[in-house]
């Protein structure tokens, strides 16, 4: 069998409500000055209230930064470490989807460590320490409380990313009662983003793929098929949100250490340049990444096929329960509501080669893919997602 590591994060406490006992979780590892990072729409609708009223009477002192952004940028990452700094904080709490994630552990790094974010950049570079950090997520899609990665735009569009074990936080805080109620455009497309962690995943190329990330990937896809209809339909179907939130942080464990690819790199530029959402970025380019791939990664995607949808057990032939699989994902996208195509998010077909020479800047993903990219694949799958 193949050598390889595995890192995730030591704690993940998974009960409904936790949230709101937020304290007893941070008691005795974070110190008492809090750093709590989040977004301005979760603060309006007061998710974080129970988690700061447990705080507060247990005696913290909570500083807020609520500025994260969509695909937050440098700036703001910046900005919430001159705020912990001014605050003297001893902790840091990620508090919502994936980019206040990302935020909370590049920030909680560099009040730990006191190193610049430019020596941090890339796979390993990061030395640490960083400050103690739990992260309690809002959304199903991204994983990030269980993953080394946070990516940071920076230069107006350019999305790089921090990647190292000393990311991983020290807990993961899943209350599948801060999903329920989520709007279905953003449960469907964080769905389907930790649909692709996993497919990832399971085909990385990536020498440390591994059969516990592959285990997880393949739990991940039948919590997350079986319950991502029933999830966007109907908001508040508690077992349903709590299956994708387990699901999504199942997936973030299969791909912290067996490394997404060719989907994650070409939606990239759809994201950076023009501000799709990353969930529904991946989606737009999911089925089209996936047909050029089915000539190195059929005999995998088979293997998985039956993870999202049982019934094709009962084709036996790879190629086409391949084939199968990969038009049932872009079928249940449109079944969810989701726009198909870059032209319904405002890109136009001008916009492609700057988009699939960008995309090839993402080596850290490509290496990964089952199928050797070129800027001119790149294109030609741009052109069939348009």
Not at 311 to 333: K, N, T, W, Y
Request: charged share 15%.
């Amino acid at each position: 069998m193949q050598p390889f590591h595995f890192n995730t994060t030591p704690q993940v406490i998974f009960r409904p409500g936790s949230a709101a006992d937020l304290a007893s979780v941070v008691v005795g590892r974070c110190g008492t000055r809090l750093l709590l990072v989040t977004d301005p729409g979760l603060r309006r609708l007061g998710l974080c209230d129970l988690a700061l009223r447990s705080l507060g009477e247990a005696g913290f002192f909570a500083t807020i930064f609520d500025a994260v952004e969509a695909d937050p940028s440098l700036n703001t990452v910046l900005a919430a470490v001159e705020a912990g700094r001014a605050a003297g904080v001893t902790g840091v709490i990620g508090f919502g989807g994936g980019s206040s994630l990302d935020v909370a552990k590049v920030v909680a790094l560099l009040l730990g460590s006191g190193e610049a974010i430019d020596t941090a950049w890339g796979v390993g570079n990061a030395k640490g320490p960083r400050l103690p950090l739990v992260l309690v997520p809002t959304t199903a899609g991204t994983g990030s409380e269980v993953t080394p990665v946070s990516i940071i735009t920076v230069g107006g569009d350019e999305k790089r990313g921090v990647s190292s074990p000393i990311l991983l936080p020290d807990v993961a805080l899943l209350d599948l009662d801060l999903t329920l109620g989520l709007p279905a455009p953003i449960t469907a497309a964080t769905g389907v983003d930790a649909m692709v962690h996993a497919i990832e995943a399971y085909a990385s190329k990536n020498a440390n793929n591994n059969p516990l990330s592959k285990m997880l990937a393949r739990q991940a896809l039948q919590l997350l098929g079986a319950n991502i209809e029933a999830a966007v339909f109907d908001g508040l179907n508690r077992d349903a949100r709590g299956a994708m939130l387990l699901g999504s942080m199942l997936a973030g464990q299969a791909f912290a250490n067996s490394p997404v690819a060719a989907v994650h790199a070409l939606a990239y530029p759809i994201g950076g340049i023009f501000h799709v959402p990353h969930g529904l970025s991946n989606a737009l380019i999911l089925p089209h990444v996936l047909r050029f791939n089915a000539p190195d990664a059929a005999g995998l995607y088979a293997e998985i096929a039956v993870d999202v949808f049982p019934a094709l057990a009962e084709e036996r032939d790879v190629q086409r329960r391949c084939a199968a699989f990969i038009e049932g994902l872009s079928v249940l996208s449109q079944r969810l509501g989701l726009q198909t195509t870059l032209r319904e998010v405002g890109i136009g077909e001008a916009d492609l080669p700057r988009m699939a020479k960008d995309a090839m800047k993402q080596t850290r993903l490509l290496v990964n893919n089952p199928r050797e990219v070129t800027e001119a694949d790149a294109l030609a799958i741009y052109r069939a997602a348009w």
